[in-house]
Nanobody
């Protein structure tokens, strides 16, 4: 059974940094496309940073230069490093994985999801 365990969300002031983690079990990150998505109540989920099955990386325009994705294969963990946070980055953040090559910034393409972690940025 594939499971993800997210951690690291919380409250941070604008301009601050936060790193959220996603540990996978029953699953190997190296074999799949992976991504971080976020959702605000009443809005659709949106891709933040995603890597497809052949290593192409997608960054949402609003996070370019501030957010980065990384993995620790030995720990089967993926990370989202968020710097220079803004109040508009406030959302629930989800990690996801799937066999995706094109349209890898789209949530519907992913099969496996974490439970989500709340990130709140105060002004």
């Amino acid at each position: 059974e594939v499971q993800f365990e997210e951690s690291g969300g919380g409250l941070v002031q604008a301009g601050g940094s936060l790193r959220i983690s996603c540990v996978g079990s029953g699953f190997t990150f190296a074999d799949y496309a992976i991504g971080w998505f976020r959702q605000v109540p009443g809005m659709e989920s949106e891709g933040v940073v995603c890597i497809n099955g052949i290593g192409d990386v997608y960054y949402q325009d609003s996070v370019k230069g501030r957010f980065s994705i990384s993995t620790d294969i030995a720990k089967n963990t993926m990370y989202l490093q968020m710097n220079s946070l803004k109040p508009e980055d406030t959302a629930v953040y989800y990690c996801a994985a799937g066999l995706v090559y094109s349209d890898y910034q789209k949530p519907a393409e992913y099969d496996y999801w974490g439970q989500g972690t709340q990130v709140t940025v105060s002004s």
